[in-house]
């Protein structure tokens, strides 16, 4: 494999699609179970590589160097093999924070919830923070960690968020009747963001569309992140405008 993505379960995605449209290159979804991730990792036999679930932290310590941006975050999506030597970047955050603007959702001064913590959840954190969020709530229910709360506190303290963001893969195709939260917890809420990029509209997007919120799903993310670890693959720069132009072509396919 020269170029693809790696994750434990990738009948879902559409990264295939996307990154042969963005540039001239077979591009293979190559699911890993977690017992041959590592032999996979130690073989290094690619020359560049998307990382998704469970692996974007996982992969950290097969690394020769990181970008600050994925220093930063603790989650590496994008690794780049440079004569044996593999180099992480995370474009997860750029992604999201060019979907955000794009849909014009202002975050500014904004409170902000985020559910799920893992590695997906970092680089939004981030995101949400270099787009100058007033509070950012994270809410877990796996291992709660430091500033990591649980779905109930959410509920009884945080109803007035403004903003609500899943990260968790909650909702995600096939498990499309699944919902992280109800959104009649947060009154106050004026959009959703959530990063699944399937199904095109999610049960939670489609509640706060229901309850006048804005809503929109990752796809636009997942095409925008995908542009930007193709200029790294391939150490070149990709317009802007080919990020729209497959975001409405994968949007048909999706409907």
């Known amino acids: 494999m ?6 434990e379960t990738l009948g879902h995605s559409s990264s295939k699609q996307i990154h042969e449209q963005l540039a001239d290159y077979c591009y ?6 977690r017992e041959e991730f590592p032999v996979f990792m130690e073989k290094k036999e690619f020359r560049a590589i998307n990382v998704t679930i469970p692996y974007k932290q996982a992969v950290i310590p097969y690394l020769t160097a990181m970008d600050d941006s994925a220093k930063a975050i603790g989650a590496v999506n994008t690794i780049v ?4 030597q593999l180099f992480g970047y995370n474009t997860d955050m750029p992604g999201f924070i ?35 969020a007033k509070q950012m709530v994270i809410v877990g229910n796996r291992t709660l ?3 990591v709360i649980t779905y109930e506190a959410c509920f009884r303290d945080h109803g007035d968020a403004e903003i609500i963001v899943n990260t968790s893969p909650v909702g995600m195709y096939p498990q499309i009747d ?58 070149t720069v990709i317009p802007d405008e080919k990020i729209d132009e497959i975001y409405e072509n994968m949007k048909k396919t999706l409907s």
């Open 145 to 147: 960690t430091e500033g």
């Open 178 to 235: 699944s919902s992280p939260v109800d959104l009649t917890h947060f009154p106050h809420c004026e959009a959703v963001v959530d990063i699944i990029a399937n199904p095109l509209t999610t049960k939670l997007v489609a509640q706060a569309r229901e309850l006048g919120m804005k809503g929109i799903t990752g796809l636009e993310m997942l095409v925008a992140q995908a542009k930007y670890a193709a200029e790294i693959f391939l150490d």
């Open 98 to 132: 060019y979907m955000v603007k794009r849909n014009e959702i202002n975050i500014r001064n904004k409170k902000v919830v985020v559910l799920g913590n893992g590695g997906a959840s970092q680089a939004i954190q981030a995101g949400v923070k270099k787009m100058g």
């Open 2 to 7: 020269e170029y693809g993505l790696i994750g």
């Open 28 to 33: 293979e979804p190559h699911p890993l179970s």
């Open 81 to 84: 093999n440079r004569q044996g």
